[in-house]
Nanobody, 121 residues
Framework: QVQLVESGGGLVQAGGSLRLSCAAS????????MGWYRQAPGKQRELVAA???????NYADSVKGRFTISRDRAKNTVYLQMNSLKPEDTAVYYC???????????????WGQGTQVTVSS
């Protein structure tokens, strides 16, 4: 019903930048909040950044001032600009969206397949 596809991960040196993109597709009636989570090996998945339909943003303390989340509502796409990357940012990054499909208009929690971000020291 709703699919999320991430892109933009990769390998970068410490201090470098990457930009992640996540496009939502399918039979979408509406999308509320969208966000990015990450999961490092042996750790729990954690919120990195989120953005509401109105544009309000929320960031994990560990990425404030370095990461910026943005959203193109017309394209149903959310972005994560990551600057000044650190080795501890290494993780699989997952896109998340609270969206309602046309099939029943109920809001569900959708996840992308994840994209690997590796920061070398």
């Amino acid at each position: 019903q709703v699919q999320l596809v991430e892109s933009g991960g990769g390998l970068v040196q410490a201090g470098g930048s990457l930009r992640l993109s996540c496009a939502a597709s399918g039979s979408i009636f509406s999308i509320n909040a969208m966000g990015w989570y990450r999961q490092a090996p042996g750790k729990q998945r954690e919120l990195v950044a989120a953005i509401t339909s109105g544009g309000s943003t929320n960031y994990a303390d560990s990425v404030k001032g370095r990461f910026t989340i943005s959203r193109d509502r017309a394209k149903n796409t959310v972005y994560l600009q990551m600057n000044s990357l650190k080795p501890e940012d290494t993780a699989v990054y997952y896109c998340n969206a609270d969206a309602a499909p046309y099939s029943n208009y109920r809001v569900y929690d959708y996840w992308g397949q994840g994209t690997q971000v590796t920061v070398s020291s």
